[in-house]
């Protein structure tokens, strides 16, 4: 009752679902040479690596200086809410604090830039072993 040629069943419907995931595929190390040129890549990334986590680190101290900034500016605003403002018209100031912008830039263009770098060579390291 089942055709072996297409698989067409009269009394039944067969449903398959596949699921596939990303594997690594590795070249084989046979030679003294392959050996080497592996070393010699793993090295490499290892260095790209250490380099890119010392520049994530190189931030960290001007992110912290930022973020210090911008909280000494909340407390020093929150003491001042209790004095009334100058401007009389009522318009409310949708400026930007600077240190919040310097912050924005650096953590959402270089730090995001570096990490996901990082990633990508962690990752290209843990598909190479």
């Avoid at 089942?2 to 595929?25: S, V």
């Amino acid at each position: 009752f089942l055709c072996h040629a297409c698989g067409f069943c009269k009394y039944a419907k067969f449903d398959y679902t596949l699921l596939g995931r990303p594997c690594c595929a590795v070249d084989p190390i046979e030679s003294d040479e392959d050996r080497k040129k592996t070393v010699a890549t793993i090295n490499t990334l290892l260095e790209k690596a250490d380099r890119v986590y010392k520049q994530l680190i190189g931030n960290k101290p001007t992110l912290e200086l930022l973020l210090l900034k911008i909280s000494e500016h909340r407390l020093d605003r929150g003491m001042d809410e209790g004095i009334p403002p100058n401007n009389s018209a009522g318009g409310s100031s949708t400026q930007v604090n600077r240190a919040i912008q310097l912050l924005a830039q650096r953590y959402c263009g270089e730090c995001k830039g570096s990490f996901e770098e990082l990633s990508k060579i962690i990752q290209v390291r843990h598909w190479d072993k």
